[in-house]
C-alpha cells in the first residue's frame, strides 16, 4: 500500500532553534496536512495544503507542498518549550474519499 | 480537535468481551474517519462512514471488527471477541467535505485487553 517515509524520527533541539521536518512518498497526493499530537491526545490539525508548490504560515510554522506532489516539509521556527510533542505528516490520494495516509512521526523534544 | 467527542476515553477488556467505543463527530459534519494508532507509531486508517452508509472499509480487519453511524446517534466502532493485539489508541475524526482531506480529530479511546 501507499506509504509516507517522515524524517527525521526524533528531535532533541535547544529552545529558541528552528526546526525542519519533510515527508516523501512515491505516490501523488493532492492534499497534505500537518498535526501534532500531544501524549494521551488525539491529533490537532496545524497546515493543510491543496496546491502543488502552495507554501503556508500558521503563526511560527512554515508547511510547503512540494512541487511534484510527492512531497512537504514543515518548518518550525524559534522553538520553544511548548512544541514538544509529535508531528505528523498526512496526505490524501487523488481522487480518494478523504481517508489520510499518515508519517511515522518526527518526535521533537526542545531543552529550555 | 475540539468539538469530536469520544467515548470512553479509556476502556479495559477481557480477552473474548466486545469493546464498543463511540464517536459524536463535530456539528455540521457528516462524514466519520476511524484509525487506530499502536504505540509509536502513525495512525492507520479503518473506515469511512456517511450516515448510514459504510463508504470504505478497506482499513478494518476482515473479521471482528465492525463499524456503523446510524441516522441518529454517535458512530459505533464494535470489536468482537478482543484479543491483546487490538490494545491500541482508537482515533475518530470527522470531515464537512471529504473531497478535501481536512479532518478533524477526537481525543481518542485506549482500549487495553488483559
Known amino acids: 500500500g501507499q506509504q509516507l517515509n517522515q524524517s527525521p524520527q526524533s528531535m532533541f533541539i535547544q529552545e529558541g532553534e528552528d526546526v525542519s521536518m519533510n515527508c516523501t512518498s512515491s505516490?501523488?497526493?493532492?492534499?497534505w496536512l500537518w498535526y501534532k499530537q500531544d501524549p494521551g491526545e488525539g491529533p490537532v490539525l496545524l497546515i493543510a495544503?491543496?496546491?502543488?508548490?502552495e507554501l503556508t504560515s500558521n503563526g511560527r510554522l512554515t508547511a510547503q507542498f512540494g512541487i511534484t506532489r510527492k512531497d512537504s516539509f514543515l518548518n518550525i521556527s524559534a522553538s520553544i518549550p511548548s512544541d514538544v510533542g509529535i508531528y505528523f505528516c498526512?496526505?490524501?490520494?487523488?481522487?480518494?474519499?478523504?481517508?489520510?495516509?499518515f508519517g511515522q512521526g518526527t518526535t521533537l523534544q526542545v531543552k529550555p | 480537535n475540539a468539538g469530536v467527542m469520544q467515548n470512553p476515553r479509556h476502556l479495559v477488556r477481557r480477552r473474548g468481551q466486545e469493546a464498543r467505543l463511540r464517536c459524536s463527530p463535530m456539528?455540521?459534519?457528516?462524514?466519520v474517519y476511524w484509525y487506530r494508532q499502536l504505540p509509536e507509531e502513525g495512525l492507520k486508517f479503518m473506515v469511512y462512514?456517511?450516515?448510514?452508509?459504510?463508504?470504505?472499509e478497506s482499513g478494518m480487519p476482515k473479521e471482528r471488527f465492525s463499524a456503523e453511524f446510524p441516522k441518529e446517534g454517535p458512530s459505533i466502532l464494535r470489536i468482537q471477541q478482543v484479543v491483546r493485539g487490538d490494545s491500541a489508541a482508537y482515533f475518530c475524526?470527522?470531515?464537512?467535505?471529504?473531497?478535501?482531506?481536512?479532518?478533524?480529530f477526537g481525543q481518542g479511546t485506549r482500549l487495553t485487553v488483559v
Open positions: 498526512a496526505g490524501q490520494l487523488s481522487g480518494n474519499t478523504g481517508k489520510l495516509i
Open positions: 462512514l456517511q450516515k448510514e452508509n459504510i463508504i470504505d
Open positions: 495544503l491543496y496546491k502543488a508548490g
Open positions: 456539528k455540521g459534519h457528516s462524514h
Open positions: 475524526a470527522s470531515s464537512p467535505v471529504p473531497g478535501r482531506g481536512e479532518a478533524f
Open positions: 505516490s501523488i497526493f493532492n492534499t
